[in-house]
């Protein structure tokens, strides 16, 4: 069974442009996690996602982000016009129920010139 | 969420156990106490959860305070491949909400050789 996979695991983009991420869940997981790590800083939550429904996006920042998990194919996060502040580490988790154990992507790498 | 509080970092020798504390005086009885670590560039990892009673799994013990307020990770024989961030986390049962996790500043193992 593989194991929550991002790609790309390292995205360039100038400013103003557009970064698509994805994440591809665990195998029988429909519960999907994003998480942000800004440089030298913890992991804050930004999106919970449930089969084609948004559960909790409280730490999702109001402009230019956008998360979704369609019935078909990965979840993907989407960040307009990105500014150099958005350069961080995204990672991924996915659950197969609410409440139990979250298991981790290796990450994608944004870096915002 | 209630908070949690843990040392900044702690260092440990190789092949020694580490016990790695966790203080959470504001935990309610509904509370999991989680614990996740972080290896360098990779995403977290799951390491073990508790209610009340001590855990024991192949990675770690888990032993809980009596009232609670605090809980103690325990790494039997460190290697060099514990070195990472280690995260003590509060989950709360059947959050209708939300399934968030909230991760602190951790504590930073070193482990020397």
């Known amino acids: 069974n593989a194991g929550v996979m991002q790609n790309p695991r390292h995205l360039v983009r100038r400013r103003g442009q557009e970064a698509r991420l994805r994440c591809s869940p665990m195998k029988g997981h429909s519960h999907v996690y994003w998480y942000r790590q800004l440089p030298e800083e913890g992991l804050k939550f930004m999106v919970y996602?449930?089969?084609?429904?948004?559960?909790?996006e409280s730490g999702m920042p109001k402009e230019r982000f956008s998360a979704e998990f369609p019935k078909e194919g990965p979840s993907i996060l989407r960040i307009q016009q990105v500014v150099r502040g958005d350069s961080a580490a995204y990672f991924c988790?996915?659950?197969?129920?609410?409440?139990?154990?979250?298991?981790f992507g290796p990450g994608t790498r944004l870096t915002v010139l | 969420d209630a908070k949690t509080t843990q040392p900044n970092s702690m260092e440990s020798n190789e092949e020694e156990p580490v016990h790695l504390p966790c203080n959470h005086s504001?935990?309610?009885?509904?509370?999991?106490i989680h614990w996740y670590r972080q290896l360098p560039s990779q995403g977290p990892e799951y390491v073990i959860h508790g209610l009340t009673s001590n855990v024991n799994n192949r990675m770690a013990s888990l032993a809980i305070a009596e009232d609670r307020k605090s809980s103690t990770l325990i790494l039997h024989r460190a290697t060099l491949r514990d070195a990472a961030v280690y995260y003590c986390?509060?989950?709360?049962?059947?959050?209708?909400?939300?399934?968030?996790?909230?991760f602190g500043t951790g504590t930073r193992l070193a482990v020397r050789p």
């Open positions: 986390i509060l989950r709360r049962e059947k959050k209708s909400s939300g399934d968030k996790l909230t």
């Open positions: 996602l449930q089969k084609e429904n948004i559960i909790d």
């Open positions: 504001t935990i309610s009885g509904t509370d999991y």
């Open positions: 988790a996915s659950s197969p129920q609410m409440g139990s154990e979250q298991f």
